[in-house]
């Protein structure tokens, strides 16, 4: 069953990279709104924590196929993540242990020791961890910059703007 989270989150990536595009596109062209900066780091947010999310989903369909694979079939034992193991570790394999979070597959010995399976988890679990750091720390910038706005009184992205509540009024244009 949650292998088809992974193949949705493998068709959910072309759309998620063309999205991206599209937005440092319309960043990059002429007649772009005044708050881009702002737009940029929320929307830069968002396509970080949806790049973890889809990479999170990923490992999951990874760990889910491994499992598997290793409970059924010709051939299934060892474990094919196991298979990878030194030789005198492998004749003490006694049984495997799929990790959905952290995203790992753990070879079980017979002394009792667990032993880390190759596989890319170890890079999944990093990608997904960085995305997800990313999308918060460009979150965090987003509230950093609406509270500077706010203390300084700039509305609406316009820099020179009269701050509310003060009772000025601008100068007329000069010309």
């Known amino acids: 069953m949650l292998i088809l989270l992974m193949y949705g989150a493998m068709f959910a990536v072309p759309l998620w990279a063309v999205a991206?595009?599209?937005k440092l596109i319309s960043v990059v062209l002429p007649g772009r709104r005044p708050d881009w900066r702002?737009?940029?780091?929320?929307?830069?947010?968002?396509?970080?924590?949806?790049?973890?999310?889809?990479?999170?989903?990923?490992?999951?369909?990874?760990?889910?196929l491994d499992a598997s694979?290793?409970?059924?079939?010709?051939?299934?034992?060892?474990?094919?993540?196991?298979?990878?193991?030194?030789p005198g570790t492998l004749d003490q394999l006694a049984g495997h242990e799929p990790s959905y979070f952290p995203l790992g597959f753990d070879c079980l010995l017979e002394s009792g020791r667990v032993v880390e399976s190759d596989g890319p988890y170890g890079l999944l679990n990093g990608l997904a961890v960085g995305f997800a750091l990313a999308s918060v720390?460009?979150?965090?910038?987003v509230g950093i910059l609406d509270e500077y706005r706010a203390r300084k009184g700039v509305t609406g992205g316009v820099t020179g703007a009269v701050p509310t509540g003060t009772g000025a009024r601008p100068a007329p244009p000069r010309g």
């Open 20 to 22: 991206v595009v599209v």
């Open 69 to 86: 694979e290793a409970e059924s079939g010709a051939g299934s034992s060892p474990a094919a993540p196991c298979r990878a193991l030194p």
């Open 137 to 141: 720390l460009l979150l965090i910038a």
């Open 38 to 64: 702002r737009d940029l780091l929320l929307r830069g947010g968002g396509m970080g924590a949806a790049a973890a999310v889809i990479v999170y989903l990923y490992g999951i369909g990874l760990v889910q």
